[in-house]
């Protein structure tokens, strides 16, 4: 019988940055004597370079705390969510696990934002909302203008709200007392059939693949036989554990618990994010939500040096084992050599595959313009998939290209309309309809064109709305699109490494910016390089990078070879760091710099 | 004091040729632009620098007398005539003293034209120094203030006058080449002066802004701005043009010279001959291997005066592929180029062989030329990119 589980809160906590966020967290897990003060420093999230250096959170480590109020003991829930559009499911998948999100405002700046972007996600996902008001040690601060903005930008009740230090570690306790007072307690059935909803996973060398759950329904400890509901993979559970915010086995989780499950899965491709797990001998229904997570951006990774493949598979492999979302198969470019097409949830995370390589992996690579998968329907009335520019038919062969279109749903302050309209034509779109959800929040729905979308459309939402508008899509239907394939040419040869796909009327401003972009990062060389955009045979853009005319005549003093030589084996050095491309020498920056062409 | 004193051995024609290089570390002021091993000091840290210098000549003697005679002597800095001139006598006569030099040696002193006088110049001609280097960077009084050097026109022509009184016409003079607000009119007058003058030997180089410099912060900040690298090129150009029409040679890179006063001694390093290198961060090149002494003037000072060992602080051997790159990147700076038939012997390989391709490459878009001799010379445009030639050349 399904009831209500009174002791356990699961909430997260969604901010703008810099609003005090981590902070907070850490200052909840002092308060209720989870970790020691002097321990309280970054233990709440795993901390991959990459998501120090933006800002962003990509990966969700949870925390159980302990909390007693009026003589009664609370177990309470932190599942923290990253925020970027590459990882919306995730994100809703995080929210999906939660009864409740705090939703922090710096007392000093007010309503920002990330504040307004993450509170639609957390309010699609009908989270209850406690608003709480930081930073209240700052002498700046006016708690009573935030709220008020809080009550009308937002339009939730904030009256009530505490004020705080995360700091200072003031009226922390309230914002407790808050968490069980207003945020629902979760329901479930403890002797029900189990569901657990996978929210994420992560892999260990020792326990192999690990899920992260929250409980719906039932229970489940080592030895029980599971089994995932839309893969149907069984597995035996070897431990169960909670996040204290480090790993402790437990005997059993149960409905409302958030914990992790154990269960030697070899890698985390066996785990799906949004997946229901349950029992094998008395399966449950799934868990409404379940989406297939699949690439919606491919682009080919090429090893600097041609010897380093076999490097390169075993770190792809490696980042496979902790990185479900990835996926990749051998390729070939004549100019690259071998490598691998790979597909990626977003150009997010193509930069985060790429810069793991690089970091954790020591892989100089270079990665190809990034495409989507197009429909090329061809005169003898066969159907292509094309993901990869170099494989599109000749322009003879092909009657006409499909694209993938997306649903999108914008959600805004009124006054940026304007601007995403704009956006949204500018991008091809096609405006579908716009409501008022509430006085000070409008819903916009587009259908635009995927390949649109994956280079710069968050970047440029957030900067029409000044960041206030938050973006969600899944993807629709393809539509019949006029797309032509654009050949780069360096030094009058192709480079099939940086053709690309583009739209017929985008095609020229494309090739402009990418044309001028690689004048900018192609160093000079001996001889003068052309840089040419084609469609076909007919260039459409030029640049040229003109011939270097010299070096530095110095003095050598008092017969200092040494130092020459230095200079010798730092120009070795940089040359090996270049992929050499017919007589053109391009640094690996080159491929990147050309995702941020402006599109 | 004078030749006659220090006889020969009758071996010593038969032992191999040595140049030695002298470092003195100090000047009066930093310029800008160094970012070389040189300071300001006190009297008593140059005589104890002197005769630490003393000491390791003494030392390294030992390693060497017996099997080289020496053919040149370059005391640069620096600025060695900010020393007190019976410095120079005495590290001289040290020389003298410890190894056999021969009679017709080039003997070098870098000077700056407002550190010396009468006295100090007919001093350094009686201790043997033939042979005279000038900093004088530019004509240009706007561009020497604003390069942070002390010293003028007039100090320079001074300098040129005195020597010459005193019988010496073997004299270079050091330029720069684009250095912030210079004008090409600037580096033009500046030839011309030198022309006029009847200097013999003219080093042309261009300015590198190094890090850890006055120059580099003053650029970066943005109160300087040297000039683009076409106007440099063109600068350059327009010195090596010049001097071509006024007799002068580009036997080297950097260097140009009337008939019959080409450096001795700058030639060593580029044919890859030995020489020895004695003072604070000195090279040496001896027997296929590179060494250097420390660059840490305390650390210097104490080796000699404590244990009375050589400061090395560097050494490699070079293996057959580094020599055979060095063979490269070396020759390619003087006029007589990569002497192919030269390379084979002493590699065993053909080098027109082995980079067939890329060479004919280099040849057609006129940055070398293969001489009828088989040698592979740069062309003045060649020596412009000298640097990414020779990484073409010795990588594939």
Same mark, same amino acid.
């Given at each position: ?16 940055? $810099? ?35 933006? #800002? ?43 009864? #409740? ?43 009573? =203008? ?13 009256? $009530?709200?505490?004020?705080? !230090?995360?700091? *200072?570690?003031?009226?922390? *306790? ?17 002797? +029900?059939?189990?569901? +657990? ?54 005997? =059993? ?24 797990? *349950? ?20 682009? #080919?990774? &090429? ?11 075993? !770190? ?14 051998? =390729? ?29 992996? #020591? ?41 993938? &279109? ?31 959800? +509430? ?25 029409? *709305?000044?960041?206030?508008? !938050? ?10 699109? $006029?797309?032509?394939?654009? $050949? ?31 004048? =900018? ?5 001996? &001889? ?61 920056? +080159? &491929? ?8 | ?40 000091? %006190? ?81 350094? /001609? ?64 500046? /030839? ?30 943005? %109160? ?17 043009? /010049? ?154």
């Amino acid at each position: 019988m399904e009831k209500t589980l009174d002791n356990i809160r699961n909430f997260s906590i969604i901010a703008h940055i $810099d609003h005090g966020k981590s902070t907070l967290a850490d200052r909840l897990m002092e308060v209720t004597g989870t970790v020691a003060k002097r321990d309280s420093k970054q233990q709440l999230l795993d901390s991959m370079d990459i998501e120090r250096e933006r #800002g962003i959170t990509i990966k969700l480590a949870p925390v159980t705390m302990k909390y007693t109020k009026d003589g009664k003991e609370y177990v309470l829930n932190l599942i923290d969510t990253p925020g970027h559009v590459d990882f919306t499911y995730e994100v809703s998948r995080s929210l999906a696990a939660c009864e #409740g999100a705090l939703l922090i405002v710096d007392a000093t700046q007010g309503v920002q934002a990330q504040t307004l972007a993450n509170f639609y996600l957390a309010f699609e996902n009908n989270l209850e909302i406690l608003p709480v008001i930081n930073k209240m040690d700052l002498p700046s601060a006016r708690p009573d =203008e935030a709220k008020a903005e809080i009550e009308n930008i937002i339009g939730i009740p904030a009256d $009530d709200a505490p004020c705080i !230090s995360a700091k *200072t570690g003031l009226n922390i *306790t309230d914002v407790l007392d808050q968490i069980i007072d207003k945020i629902p307690a979760p329901k479930g059935d403890i002797d +029900a059939p189990l569901q +657990a909803l996978i929210f994420d996973s992560y892999y260990d060398n020792y326990k192999g693949a690990v899920c992260l759950v929250r409980i719906k329904n039932g229970k489940v400890k080592t030895g029980s036989k599971i089994k995932m509901i839309q893969t149907g993979k069984e597995f035996e559970v070897t431990e169960v554990g909670v996040f204290k915010p480090k790993i402790e086995k437990s005997e =059993e989780l149960s409905a409302g618990d958030v914990g992790y499950i154990a269960a030697s899965i070899k890698t985390v491709s066996d785990i799906s994010v949004g997946d229901t797990i *349950t029992e094998t001998e008395r399966p449950a229904e799934a868990l409404p939500g379940y989406r297939k997570i699949q690439p919606v951006v491919y682009s #080919g990774i &090429f090893p600097i040096e041609g010897d380093k493949y076999n490097q390169l598979k075993d !770190s792809l492999e490696k980042i496979k084992l902790s990185d479900s979302s990835l996926v990749y198969t051998p =390729e070939t470019s004549t100019a690259l050599g071998y490598g691998f097409r790979c597909g990626f949830l977003g150009l997010l995370h193509l930069e985060i595959i790429t810069e793991r390589l690089e970091k954790e992996f #020591g892989q100089d690579v270079i990665t190809t313009m990034p495409s989507v998968t197009y429909k090329v329907y061809k005169r003898n009335n066969e159907m292509e998939l094309i993901s990869n520019p170099s494989d599109m038919p000749d322009a003879d062969s092909i009657s006409y290209i499909e694209e993938p &279109f997306i649903k999108a749903e914008i959600f805004s302050p009124p006054e940026y309309v304007g601007g995403i309209m704009d956006l949204g034509i500018n991008k091809r779109g096609i405006y579908k309809d716009m409501q008022y959800i +509430a006085e000070n929040r409008v819903k916009i729905d587009f259908e635009l064109p995927l390949c649109e979308i994956v280079y710069d459309f968050f970047d440029k939402l957030k900067s029409v *709305t000044h960041g206030y508008a !938050s973006f969600d899509y899944e993807i629709a239907e393809y539509k019949k699109s $006029d797309m032509v394939k654009v $050949d780069l040419l360096l030094n009058g040869e192709p480079c099939d490494a940086l053709s690309m796909i583009v739209h017929r009327t985008k095609a020229y401003e494309r090739s402009k910016g990418i044309t001028e972009k690689l004048k =900018e990062v192609v160093p000079r060389q001996l &001889f003068e390089i052309p840089i040419q955009a084609a469609i076909g045979g007919k260039i459409i853009a030029r640049e040229t990078v003109k011939a270097l005319r010299k070096d530095v005549i110095a003095k050598c003093y008092g017969g200092d070879v040494t130092r020459k030589r230095k200079l010798l084996e730092k120009q070795k050095e940089g040359k090996k760091k270049m992929k050499k491309l017919g007589s053109v020498e391009l640094p690996s920056e +080159a &491929f990147l710099s050309i995702l941020k062409v402006d599109n | 004091m004078s030749f006659s004193e220090f006889t020969l051995d009758e071996n010593d024609s038969k032992k191999k040729s040595l140049s030695i290089y002298v470092h003195i570390p100090f000047c009066n002021s930093k310029c800008d632009y160094c970012s070389f091993v040189s300071m300001v000091a %006190s009297p008593e840290e140059k005589h104890r620098y002197v005769t630490n210098l003393m000491n390791e000549i003494k030392l390294q003697s030992k390693n060497y007398r017996e099997f080289y005679s020496v053919s040149s002597i370059y005391i640069g800095g620096g600025t060695p005539s900010c020393l007190d001139n019976y410095y120079i006598r005495d590290l001289l006569s040290c020389i003298y003293k410890n190894f056999a030099v021969k009679n017709s040696a080039e003997i070098t002193l870098e000077i700056n034209p407002n550190s010396v006088d009468q006295t100090k110049i007919r001093e350094y /001609i009686m201790s043997g120094i033939n042979r005279f280097s000038i900093g004088l960077q530019s004509i240009s009084a706007k561009v020497l203030k604003s390069m942070g050097r002390t010293h003028s026109l007039t100090d320079y022509k001074k300098t040129v006058d005195i020597i010459r009184e005193f019988g010496v016409k073997n004299i270079s003079t050091d330029i720069i080449i684009g250095y912030p607000n210079q004008k090409l009119i600037d580096v033009k007058e500046t /030839i011309n002066y030198l022309i006029k003058l009847g200097i013999p030997h003219i080093s042309a180089y261009m300015l590198q802004v190094e890090k850890g410099t006055k120059l580099k912060k003053l650029v970066d900040n943005g %109160s300087l701005g040297v000039p683009d690298d076409d106007t440099v090129v063109k600068m350059y150009d327009t010195v090596v043009d /010049i001097l071509t029409k006024n007799g002068y040679k580009r036997y080297e890179i950097s260097n140009f010279a009337k008939p019959t006063y080409e450096s001795y001694h700058n030639k060593v390093y580029w044919k890859r001959k030995d020489y020895l290198g004695v003072g604070l961060a000195a090279h040496s090149y001896i027997d296929g291997t590179r060494f250097a002494n420390t660059e840490n003037l305390t650390e210097y000072n104490e080796k000699l005066e404590k244990s009375f060992t050589i400061p090395t602080k560097y050494s490699k051997t070079l293996t057959t592929e580094e020599k055979k790159e060095e063979a490269v990147m070396l020759s390619l700076r003087t006029c007589d180029g990569l002497d192919l038939d030269a390379y084979k012997n002493e590699f065993g390989e053909n080098f027109l062989a082995k980079k067939k391709d890329k060479i004919a490459e280099l040849i057609k878009n006129k940055f070398l030329i293969l001489t009828k001799e088989n040698k592979l010379v740069c062309t003045n445009s060649g020596y412009l990119v000298l640097n990414k030639l020779v990484l073409e050349l010795v990588t594939n």
